[in-house]
Structure formats: C-alpha cells, structure tokens
C-alpha cells in the first residue's frame, strides 16, 4: 500500500517530502508580512469549504490545498515584524529531526517501543540537568510549561503528604503553594488539578518589579503555618511572561530551606539562560531547587513541542508513577520512560534538541539567546528616549512593555488606544504585538524571540503603532468614549 510509509512506498514519501518542503521553502521565500489580514469569518468560510467526508483528492492535491489554506494565511514566528507572543523562529537542524522523528514515529513511553531513544532522552536530560546544577538529576521531556509546572506540583503536593501525619483528605484541604501575581497561569491551574483548596495558591508580595520579594514570602510561609496551612511549594519564576523578569532565586531558595519547603523555578522563560554565555548568572541559586521547567520551545529554538522537568533527586520522580503490566513488566530491568512521565504516548521531541546541539553547540543557542536580550534592552532606551512612547517597566530577558501616546491624550485614551493598535495591526497582518495588563493598566508587548531581527526591524513596527494610535485618537472629538466604545479582547 503506497498510502502508508513503508519499506514498499520509500520512493513515493521521498517524492512527496521533497514537494511538501518546496513549498513551504517557497513561502519562507515569498513572505513578506507575519499575517495574510484574512478576516476571521474568510478563514472560517475556508475551513467550511473543505469536504473532509468527501473522497480522497490524492496527496499532491491535498499538499496543494494545505498550501492555499494554511500555509498562505499562516501566522509566520520568522518574520521580524512578529513581535507578539513567546515563539520564536526554529533551529534548521531541529527541522530536520522533525522529518525523522514524524516518520519513524517512534514513542518513548517504553524501551522496547523506542531502545536508543529512550537512551538519547535520558542522556539528554541528565545533560540538562547538569546545566542547572542537578548533578546526577533527571527528569523527562513534557509537551510544555504548563505540563511541566503541573507535574513538578505533583511531586511537591506527594512530598508534602508524605511528611505529615495527617490523613490524606484533610492534609489536602490545609496545602498552600506560594506564588506571585507575575507568576505562569498554570500555577493556579495545577492547584485546581490537584484538588487543593480555593485558596490554596498565595500571593507573594514582589519587589515593585515584579520580583518576588524573599522577605515578604518567609512572612507568608510563617502566617499560613501559624493559621494551621501546611506549605507545600514555592513557584519562582525564572523569566515572568510579561516583564521578562527574574525572581531572586537564591534569596528564595534560603527561605525555602529554613521551613524544608518544596522550591519549583518556572523558567520555561529563561531557561535559555542554561547555556548562554553571558547571563547565565541571572540563575543563581537554581541548582538549589527540587525541580525546574524549561522550554526548548521558547529559548532554545526548538520546534514546539519541546519542553522538560529537571528534578534535582532522580527519587522524587517515584511518586508520579503508576503500573501497568503491559508497560513496565517486573521481570525487565529496562529504562522505561513511562515510569516517570505523565503522559503514556510520548513523541520523540528529545531527538531535535539532541540534533540541534551537535549542530551548533550549546554556546551558539546561548549566543542567539544573548542577541535577542541585547535587541530588547536597546529597544527599551529607544522607547524611553521617544516622546511619543512611555516604557513601561525593564525586562531582564527579552519582552519590551509600552504605551503609545499621542499629542493631547490622557491616560484614558493611551489605555483604550493599546487593545485599539494592537487590533489595527493584526487585522492588517503587517505586524503583530501583544497586549497585557501592568498594575492594573493595559499596554502593549513585544516578545523578541527572533534573532534574525534587527533594530531597524523594531522601528518599523513602533512607527506602524504610532501611525495606528494617530489615526485611531482622531476618529472623534471624543477619544476616550470612542476608543473605549472599540475595545477588543486581547
């Protein structure tokens, strides 16, 4: 059967490979915005159109019709006017390994489903582990942050019962788990996987920053154990989504130590940091954590998905296992990976970050980091230094906050006009930028995660938004009713 890959159909996938990445090489080529501007209902009417209980068109017409629909209104993370969320451009090797890895199509839940992949995972993750100061630690691949934030809760709410007394129910009811308000949505999220209590998650003060303060979170331990709480983690972020800054890890980690409380660092964000160069510094004070998250997928330009959870004590991995006779035999003395995962099915994702670092080096994926950090702190001085502009706040990583405010407006019409511009440029497709809300006031996000990018590249987009703020304050007499009235969600 030619219609699957096969020792028979060889010829057929090289033909068809090799036309597929024609392709998608020649919109790479022709690309000349991050977005087609295609309206939501077009692209809905698009999608309807397709007959997906129709017979077969062939694989050359069905590659052509991905073309036409995708890949032509395609949100496009190389291009530099992409300026919005946490993805960045991919590494080519990575793209690479993306090929083999979809056509063997192996899994890695079980040694005899994968053997040297299995290996290379482990391999791999006792590397990283290592760049994070977890000798002898382990951990396992996730499909992101999220996962992984959720899963090192898991290890931390078991320890955490294990070391009380208490029965199960009732110990349930009394953990808390300290975070900031900067920290990653899924903090809470994990709380409410949990079954942990409402309330559970406490919100620790941070430095004004967005920081958490070290202070402030040894007077919360102290009160929530006082009001008969029984603390379970502490979530330090290692690079928050919208400041991009860094918590102090190691002040943290003393007040973690004093109450043997849990330490999770999210740095999904800045684990990139691992190999850079020149900031690895801004990490101190993590080899002192239980556990990390890192995104591959974010700072070391890997294809989505690819992320991990770096564990300093490979034991504490034991908790969140659970036996099947048919994935891991007791008569068998095999590195099973489902033995530590959360997940059963598992892609090969290892083996682009494995071919990525043969290739470049783990130095040159820190360099590329580097760039973008610098790229953001010049955007920052160039945004400070612009009347028309307000900085909001400075970024250790590589996330830019502002406010665009043209002649006359007050601070009514700059919060309206940010979900107004932001909706302006998306709906053109010529550049996109996110928006957020910062101590209770919207603004506007660049995300630099493209390297490729220059500063001249950054101009261009900030000119699109202060021609969109212009534009948009001079609808009406009244600018604050008239934007307000024109709010969008984010």
């Given at each position: 059967?030619?219609?699957?890959?096969?020792?028979?159909?060889?010829?057929?996938?090289?033909?068809?490979?090799?036309?597929?990445?024609?392709?998608?090489?020649?919109?790479?080529?022709?690309?000349?915005?991050?977005?087609?501007?295609?309206?939501?209902?077009?692209?809905?009417?698009?999608?309807?159109?397709?007959?997906?209980?129709?017979?077969?068109?062939?694989?050359?017409?069905?590659i052509?019709?991905?073309?036409?629909?995708f890949?032509?209104?395609?949100?496009?993370?190389?291009?530099p006017?992409?300026?919005?969320?946490?993805?960045?451009?991919?590494?080519?090797?990575?793209?690479?390994?993306?090929t083999?890895?979809?056509?063997?199509?192996?899994?890695v839940?079980?040694?005899?489903?994968?053997?040297?992949?299995?290996?290379?995972?482990?391999?791999?993750?006792?590397?990283?582990?290592?760049?994070?100061?977890?000798?002898?630690?382990?951990g396992?691949?996730t499909?992101?942050?999220?996962?992984?934030?959720?899963?090192?809760?898991?290890?931390?709410?078991?320890a955490?019962?294990?070391?009380?007394?208490?029965?199960?129910?009732?110990?349930?009811?009394?953990?808390?788990v300290?975070?900031?308000?900067?920290?990653?949505?899924?903090?809470?999220?994990?709380?409410?996987?949990?079954?942990?209590?409402?309330?559970?998650?406490?919100?620790?003060?941070?430095?004004?920053?967005?920081?958490?303060?070290?202070?402030?979170?040894?007077?919360?331990?102290?009160?929530?154990?006082?009001?008969?709480?029984?603390?379970?983690?502490?979530?330090?972020?290692?690079g928050?989504?919208?400041?991009?800054?860094?918590?102090?890890?190691?002040?943290?980690?003393?007040?973690?130590?004093?109450?043997?409380?849990?330490?999770?660092v999210?740095?999904?964000?800045?684990?990139?940091?691992?190999?850079?160069?020149?900031?690895?510094?801004?990490?101190?004070?993590?080899?002192?954590?239980?556990?990390?998250?890192?995104?591959?997928?974010k700072?070391?330009?890997?294809?989505?998905?690819?992320?991990?959870?770096?564990v300093?004590?490979?034991?504490?991995?034991?908790?969140?296992?659970?036996?099947?006779d048919?994935?891991?035999?007791?008569?068998?003395?095999?590195?099973?990976?489902?033995?530590?995962?959360?997940?059963?099915?598992?892609?090969?994702?290892?083996?682009?970050?494995?071919?990525?670092?043969?290739?470049?080096?783990?130095?040159?994926?820190?360099?590329?980091?580097?760039?973008v950090?610098?790229?953001?702190?010049?955007?920052?001085?160039?945004?400070?230094?612009?009347?028309?502009?307000?900085?909001?706040?400075?970024?250790?990583?590589?996330?830019?906050?502002?406010?665009?405010r043209?002649?006359?407006?007050?601070?009514?019409?700059?919060?309206?006009?940010?979900?107004?511009?932001?909706?302006?440029?998306?709906?053109?497709?010529?550049a996109?930028?996110?928006?957020?809300?910062?101590?209770?006031?919207?603004?506007?996000k660049?995300?630099?995660?493209?390297?490729?990018?220059?500063?001249?590249?950054?101009?261009?987009?900030?000119?699109?938004?202060?021609?969109?703020?212009?534009?948009?304050?001079?609808?009406?007499?009244?600018?604050?009713?008239a934007?307000?009235?024109?709010?969008?969600?984010?």
């Amino acid at each position: 059967m030619l219609d699957l890959l096969t020792n028979s159909s060889a010829d057929t996938y090289r033909s068809l490979i090799s036309h597929t990445s024609s392709r998608v090489a020649d919109r790479f080529a022709s690309t000349t915005q991050p977005f087609s501007g295609a309206s939501r209902s077009e692209l809905q009417s698009l999608v309807d159109g397709v007959a997906l209980d129709g017979p077969g068109v062939g694989s050359t017409s069905a590659i052509r019709e991905i073309d036409e629909l995708f890949l032509e209104h395609a949100v496009w993370f190389h291009h530099p006017a992409y300026a919005a969320h946490l993805n960045c451009p991919v590494a080519l090797p990575a793209v690479a390994a993306e090929t083999v890895l979809a056509a063997v199509n192996t899994s890695v839940d079980t040694y005899d489903q994968s053997a040297v992949g299995t290996l290379m995972e482990r391999r791999l993750i006792a590397w990283a582990a290592d760049r994070a100061g977890f000798a002898g630690g382990s951990g396992v691949f996730t499909s992101g942050g999220t996962q992984s934030n959720l899963h090192a809760l898991l290890l931390a709410r078991e320890a955490a019962l294990t070391a009380t007394d208490l029965a199960r129910p009732r110990a349930l009811a009394r953990l808390v788990v300290f975070a900031t308000a900067s920290s990653h949505f899924s903090v809470g999220k994990s709380a409410l996987l949990l079954g942990l209590a409402d309330d559970a998650v406490v919100e620790v003060a941070d430095d004004g920053a967005g920081r958490m303060d070290a202070a402030a979170l040894a007077v919360a331990m102290r009160e929530a154990a006082a009001s008969g709480r029984l603390p379970m983690a502490v979530v330090a972020t290692a690079g928050t989504t919208d400041r991009g800054v860094i918590d102090p890890v190691a002040e943290i980690a003393d007040v973690c130590d004093a109450h043997a409380v849990w330490l999770h660092v999210d740095a999904a964000y800045g684990g990139g940091l691992l190999v850079s160069p020149r900031r690895r510094h801004l990490l101190d004070g993590v080899e002192r954590a239980r556990s990390v998250t890192v995104d591959f997928h974010k700072t070391f330009f890997q294809p989505v998905s690819s992320s991990a959870i770096l564990v300093r004590e490979p034991r504490d991995l034991a908790a969140g296992a659970w036996h099947a006779d048919y994935l891991n035999p007791l008569e068998n003395d095999e590195p099973n990976q489902v033995d530590v995962s959360l997940q059963t099915t598992r892609r090969f994702d290892a083996l682009k970050l494995w071919v990525t670092l043969r290739a470049l080096g783990a130095d040159r994926i820190g360099e590329l980091f580097d760039t973008v950090i610098d790229l953001a702190a010049t955007v920052g001085d160039e945004i400070a230094a612009d009347p028309e502009l307000e900085l909001v706040g400075r970024t250790q990583l590589s996330t830019v906050l502002f406010r665009v405010r043209p002649a006359g407006a007050g601070d009514a019409t700059q919060d309206a006009l940010v979900a107004g511009v932001r909706r302006v440029l998306f709906e053109s497709g010529r550049a996109l930028v996110a928006k957020t809300v910062i101590e209770g006031r919207p603004c506007l996000k660049l995300t630099l995660l493209n390297p490729a990018t220059t500063l001249d590249d950054v101009r261009r987009i900030l000119a699109m938004v202060k021609d969109a703020a212009t534009t948009l304050a001079g609808i009406a007499p009244e600018f604050d009713e008239a934007l307000a009235a024109a709010e969008v969600p984010a």
